[in-house]
């Protein structure tokens, strides 16, 4: 029983070593982007952009899009959804490749506007630091703005009201629900899901968001047959 209990001590103090280690990483590694230019100064870039699209101006079906595909609990969970991490982790294992990521929305904006696609670990453990900082500072409803505003729909369009007049020559507030799903589903992989890059490929992607709306409550069965 002692060296049971010693085994378990040991076990406990290195798993707290390695996780202090991993906020030292995290935390440097986004204070050595704030040294570059603060979180303020990059917020009021964004927002201050003469097509800076502001919640209220967006239709609901593409916000409500959004938060299905995206992270349908967003408003539910912190700046890490640890449920959804877990969800993700037993997915990939199950299906035997990467499927989800676990990210929620804040920390894929702490992403776009601190990290651009660096694929790296140390990357990741800064976003998380940064994503809570987002979260201290800002509404989740601001937070979603910046999301929908620097995220990359393919063809050259970035953020919502370049892909929604680009996609569609309509305005982010007018877009219906068989435009806001296609859109929704753009971000995830721009390269593959914009429809002109490959048309079979969105349609695929947006019978997924649409499916999503339905499990969510967001569209009825009949809303969602139409769109199918």
Do not use: W
Request: with cysteine; proline share 3%.
């Amino acid at each position: 029983m002692k060296v049971f209990r010693k085994i378990l001590l040991i076990l406990l103090i290195l798993i707290i070593v390695i996780l202090s280690i991993f906020c030292i990483i995290g935390f440097s590694t986004y204070s050595a982007k704030l040294k570059e230019k603060p979180l303020v100064n990059r917020i009021e870039e964004i927002t201050s952009d003469e097509h800076f699209v502001k919640f209220g101006d967006m239709s609901a079906d593409y916000r409500n899009a959004v938060i299905a595909v995206e992270d349908h609990r967003y408003y539910d969970h912190g700046p890490v959804d640890f449920i959804g991490i877990g969800r993700a982790i037993f997915n990939n294992i199950r299906y035997g490749e990467l499927r989800e990521g676990g990210s929620t929305i804040t920390q894929q904006v702490a992403k776009n506007i601190f990290f651009s696609h660096e694929q790296t670990f140390t990357r990741k453990l800064g976003e998380i630091f940064a994503a809570f900082d987002l979260e201290k500072n800002y509404t989740k409803n601001e937070i979603f703005e910046l999301y929908v505003n620097t995220a990359y729909f393919g063809d050259g369009y970035y953020g919502i009201y370049d892909a929604s007049y680009g996609y569609y020559n309509k305005s982010p507030k007018d877009l219906n629900l068989d435009e806001s799903s296609m859109l929704a589903g753009v971000p995830n992989a721009p390269s593959v899901y914009a429809p002109t890059v490959n048309l079979t490929l969105a349609k695929q992607r947006q019978q997924h968001v649409i499916k999503k709306m339905l499990e969510y409550g967001y569209i009825t069965n009949e809303q969602a047959l139409e769109i199918l």
